[in-house]
């Protein structure tokens, strides 16, 4: 302690190179550690890269025939769906004025309307294919192919509909796109297609709907995808016993030729007696006759009736068996026969033409 008080500079020294060796050691150790992972990565590295270039990839020509024979193959299949999707995007050398825009609009709506009508499928006030802007004047230029593109689209969804036989089209809305108003559409980098936004309110049948929604996932005429969809029953609440409707079989006199109807368990009716002075028929008699000797009441009835109908063709023949009245309709009234309102948001799709890649 002395020493220490004695030569303070010298021991301040002492002290501080003791902190840097200490220091440097941990540093020196922790960068040890560093190394050994850093080398232990590059070692497996080495090692991968080495066992790599040992395997028989090329220059063999089997490997070379394989390559060649994949790149075929997809580009084939690129063509393929490059050809598929090609009737759903537009000719950029097509030009399409205002009024041939308005006069194919006109002609779609009265064809949808005629065959609506025909259908019996009633349709909102004021329809007109969701292009209500333009039911009374024209469009702008800039917007008719993308317009015109939109109208064949939603012609056929319409006409499918049609097809499917809903009880009534509630609503058909569009959306309106921006070439309407003058603007420019900038799609995003990677973007394939654009999306035309629409919305449709009908109500149907279980068989309708079903129908209309398969008409929206065939793509031969135009590319539809459904965003969302909200089916709701007509009725809240559940069916009732109330609601069940039982048919009721018609009323009609009894055949007394049926072995199981109500004249089985009772005397026939006796014959009508022959008028004054006229001799009863002899087939009547002869019929009357033989159902007695028989001893049932059965062939009394069934010989005087023959008896009688050959004697007199005026007298009526037995009424056929009456049908069973058939009730199974019922089980629908009851588990439920309402109609269905049906909300879908989807949209028509525009592709883009495909981008051209520089080869290497």
Same mark, same amino acid.
């Given at each position: 302690?002395?020493?220490?008080?004695?030569?303070?500079?010298?021991? %301040?020294?002492?002290?501080?190179?003791?902190?840097?060796?200490?220091?440097?050691?941990?540093?020196?150790?922790?960068?040890?550690?560093?190394?050994?992972?850093?080398?232990?990565?590059?070692?497996?590295?080495? @090692?991968? $890269?080495?066992?790599?270039?040992?395997?028989?990839?090329?220059?063999?020509?089997?490997?070379?025939?394989?390559?060649?024979?994949?790149?075929? #193959?997809?580009?084939?299949?690129?063509?393929?769906?490059?050809?598929?999707?090609?009737?759903?995007?537009?000719?950029?050398?097509?030009?399409?004025?205002?009024?041939?825009?308005?006069?194919?609009?006109?002609?779609?709506?009265?064809? $949808? $309307?005629?065959?609506?009508?025909?259908?019996?499928?009633?349709? *909102? =006030?004021?329809?007109? @294919?969701?292009?209500?802007?333009?039911?009374?004047?024209?469009?702008?230029?800039?917007?008719?192919?993308?317009?015109?593109? &939109?109208?064949?689209?939603?012609?056929?969804?319409?006409? %499918?509909?049609?097809?499917?036989?809903?009880?009534?089209?509630?609503?058909?809305?569009?959306?309106?796109?921006?070439?309407?108003?003058?603007?420019? /559409?900038?799609?995003?980098?990677?973007?394939?297609?654009?999306?035309?936004? /629409?919305?449709? $309110?009908?109500?149907? !049948?279980?068989?309708?709907?079903?129908?209309?929604?398969?008409?929206?996932?065939?793509?031969? !005429?135009?590319?539809?995808?459904?965003?969302?969809?909200?089916?709701?029953?007509?009725?809240?609440?559940?069916?009732?016993?109330? #609601?069940?409707?039982?048919?009721?079989?018609?009323?009609?006199?009894?055949?007394?030729?049926?072995?199981?109807?109500?004249?089985?368990?009772?005397?026939? *009716?006796?014959?009508?007696? *022959?008028?004054? %002075?006229?001799?009863?028929?002899?087939?009547?008699?002869?019929?009357?006759?033989?159902?007695?000797?028989?001893?049932?009441?059965?062939?009394?009835? &069934?010989?005087?009736? &023959?008896?009688?109908?050959?004697? #007199?063709?005026?007298?009526?023949?037995?009424?056929?068996?009456?049908?069973?009245?058939?009730?199974?309709?019922?089980?629908?009234?009851?588990? %439920?026969?309402?109609?269905?309102?049906?909300?879908?948001?989807? =949209?028509?799709?525009?592709?883009?033409?495909?981008?051209?890649?520089?080869?290497?």
């Amino acid at each position: 302690m002395n020493w220490i008080k004695q030569n303070p500079f010298l021991s %301040g020294l002492l002290g501080a190179t003791l902190v840097l060796c200490g220091l440097l050691t941990a540093v020196a150790i922790k960068g040890l550690s560093k190394y050994q992972d850093a080398k232990s990565r590059f070692e497996d590295a080495f @090692m991968e $890269v080495t066992k790599s270039e040992k395997l028989p990839l090329y220059p063999i020509s089997q490997n070379r025939q394989a390559k060649i024979k994949a790149l075929d #193959d997809y580009g084939q299949s690129v063509e393929k769906l490059r050809e598929f999707y090609s009737k759903y995007q537009l000719d950029p050398n097509s030009k399409i004025t205002t009024q041939e825009f308005t006069n194919h609009l006109k002609a779609a709506n009265e064809e $949808v $309307v005629k065959t609506f009508k025909a259908a019996d499928i009633k349709l *909102p =006030d004021n329809f007109f @294919m969701g292009f209500d802007a333009y039911n009374g004047q024209l469009a702008r230029s800039g917007s008719t192919a993308l317009l015109d593109y &939109q109208l064949d689209a939603v012609r056929h969804l319409l006409l %499918g509909m049609a097809e499917a036989r809903p009880k009534e089209l509630i609503r058909f809305y569009r959306t309106k796109i921006t070439e309407e108003d003058d603007g420019v /559409y900038e799609p995003f980098e990677n973007d394939v297609s654009r999306k035309f936004g /629409y919305e449709i $309110v009908f109500k149907g !049948s279980e068989a309708s709907v079903r129908d209309f929604i398969n008409k929206l996932g065939n793509r031969e !005429s135009s590319c539809y995808v459904i965003r969302s969809m909200r089916i709701n029953n007509e009725k809240d609440t559940p069916p009732r016993i109330s #609601d069940a409707k039982f048919e009721k079989a018609p009323s009609v006199d009894a055949d007394p030729g049926n072995p199981f109807g109500a004249a089985f368990f009772e005397e026939a *009716p006796p014959a009508p007696a *022959p008028p004054n %002075g006229v001799t009863a028929p002899e087939g009547t008699t002869q019929g009357a006759t033989q159902g007695a000797t028989q001893g049932t009441t059965q062939g009394a009835t &069934q010989g005087a009736t &023959q008896g009688a109908t050959q004697a #007199d063709p005026a007298v009526k023949k037995p009424s056929p068996p009456v049908p069973i009245v058939d009730s199974s309709r019922i089980l629908s009234q009851v588990l %439920g026969n309402e109609e269905l309102q049906v909300f879908i948001r989807f =949209d028509i799709l525009l592709f883009f033409p495909a981008k051209e890649k520089t080869k290497p």
